[in-house]
């Protein structure tokens, strides 16, 4: 099973983007499914995740209010809505996996705690 993101490409600051993340086989709706970003010379980070359970959520300080992490499982899609985009929020961004893991969003923002990744999608921000 693969992960495949797409939506990224070049906005304005203050435009909005929506990545998607599905998966190549099988039902999203068990996945606990997380967004990471990874900008040049910089570490991959958390942005935000959601838990398969209950769809409880969480989010980096820096996209609080700004982005918001959804799921579809009818059309077995996770999605990423950015708004207000900033060029700092440029990067490489990943969704994540992890199938019918028993733990609460706050227990689910490290990469570790994923063992299935799609291949990436690149947002541009200018100024």
């Known amino acids: 099973v693969q992960l495949q993101a797409s939506g990224g490409g070049l906005a304005q600051a203050g435009g909005s983007l929506r990545l998607s993340c599905v998966p190549s086989?099988?039902?999203?709706?068990?996945?606990?499914m997380g967004w990471f970003r990874q900008a040049p010379g910089k570490e991959r980070e958390f942005v935000a995740g959601?838990?398969?359970?209950?769809?409880?959520?969480s989010y980096a300080a820096s996209v609080r209010g700004r982005f918001t992490i959804s799921r579809d499982n009818a059309k077995n899609m996770v999605y990423l809505q950015m708004n207000s985009l900033r060029p700092e929020d440029t990067a490489t961004y990943y969704c994540?996996?992890?199938?019918?893991?028993?733990?609460?969003?706050?227990?689910?923002?490290?990469?570790?705690?994923?063992?299935?990744w799609g291949q990436g999608t690149l947002v541009t921000v200018s100024s």
């Open positions: 994540a996996g992890r199938r019918r893991i028993r733990k609460p969003i706050s227990k689910l923002l490290a990469e570790s705690e994923y063992d299935l």
């Open positions: 086989e099988g039902s999203v709706s068990t996945y606990s």
């Open positions: 959601i838990t398969w359970s209950d769809h409880s959520t």
